[in-house]
């Protein structure tokens, strides 16, 4: 019995570390896990970007709708938007970074 408890103490004992194989192994399913994950990062990115560009047109149409209902002025501009304070100076910018225009009253990408 004792002979027993002395090989089971030594293979407990033996078994400290990770083998190869299991290293292998967690660095596969690692790899798998960041394949599945990494596109649906770019996609999510890529929506959260569009979603905050039709915002943005949003804003600044209702915006522009605000500025010629109190100036009666039907020729707009990111500069009257801004002076007028019915923008900030950020929003101005990102607006024209994402390609927005302002023609008269309307608003368009």
Do not use: W
């Amino acid at each position: 019995m004792k002979q027993i408890k002395t090989i089971l103490g030594k293979i407990k004992h033996k078994k400290t570390a990770f083998t190869l194989i299991e290293m292998a192994v967690v660095l596969f399913i690692i790899s798998l896990l960041m394949l599945l994950i990494l596109p649906n990062l770019n996609n999510q990115r890529k929506k959260a970007a569009a979603t905050q560009s039709d915002a943005m047109v949003s804003v600044v149409q209702t915006q522009v709708s605000l500025y010629e209902n109190e100036t009666d002025d039907n020729d707009v501009t990111y500069a009257d938007l801004v002076s007028d304070k019915y923008l900030t100076d950020k929003q101005a910018k990102k607006a024209q970074e994402l390609g927005i225009k302002i023609s008269g009253t309307n608003v368009s990408k």
